[in-house]
């Protein structure tokens, strides 16, 4: 570290943080942070003019020379430096299943009980019981065919790669796929 000599002037020292300030506010850089400077200290290739002599410490405070660093600074082209390889466009990835626009059935049951309207007769806020009852029957049918869809789409899936394989034992679980629609397919009709 230099050594203060009576009668010499001292260059002006300052910390990492104070002389990224002070350099934009001398308008010699548009942007600089003090982690910024460290990482130019850092990196071997920037060619940064202040050596380990250079430095002084104040209390914990590693102080640099301003009078080396603005020109080095001035000196530097502005940004990030050179891209290493081009940006690649990120496609946004889709997050699991697309889904449907259609209006849930449990969306309308929900509503439909939770905020039941007034009824004159019973004089009272609620839903009669025939029209709950036809609320819950619908959105049961509504499972019972998303249910029956999915069996039948799955069914069909292995029947086509048995085809394809020509394996018995894909056939013989589509076909129980297939029996498992055709189940699900009569609870749709039951009362």
């Not at 300030?21 to 400077?37: H, Y």
């Not at 082209?77 to 209006?103: H, I, L, Y």
């Not at 939770?114 to 009824?119: D, E, G, L, T």
């Not at 609620?126 to 709950?132: E, I, Q």
Request: net charge negative; glycine share 6%.
């Amino acid at each position: 570290m230099p050594e203060d000599t009576p009668g010499e002037e001292q260059p002006l020292m300052l910390s990492f943080a104070e002389a990224a300030d002070r350099l934009v506010r001398d308008g010699i850089a548009q942007s600089m942070t003090a982690e910024g400077l460290r990482r130019l200290a850092r990196d071997p290739q920037s060619g940064w003019p202040i050596g380990p002599n250079d430095y002084r410490v104040v209390g914990k405070t590693r102080m640099l020379p301003y009078e080396l660093l603005a020109p080095y600074i001035q000196a530097r082209k502005p940004g990030r430096g050179p891209a290493k390889e081009p940006r690649k466009k990120r496609r946004p990835q889709q997050q699991g299943d697309p889904v449907s626009t259609t209006v849930d059935p449990r969306i309308a049951v929900l509503s439909d009980l939770s905020s039941p309207s007034w009824h004159p007769v019973p004089e009272a806020y609620g839903m009669p019981w025939d029209d709950a009852v036809k609320l819950l029957d619908a959105y049961r049918a509504a499972v019972v065919a998303e249910v029956v869809e999915a069996l039948t789409v799955k069914a069909q899936e292995l029947s086509t790669e048995a085809e394809a394989e020509m394996r018995r034992d894909l056939e013989e679980r589509a076909q129980v796929w297939h029996e498992a629609a055709t189940v699900a397919a009569k609870l749709k009709r039951v009362p």
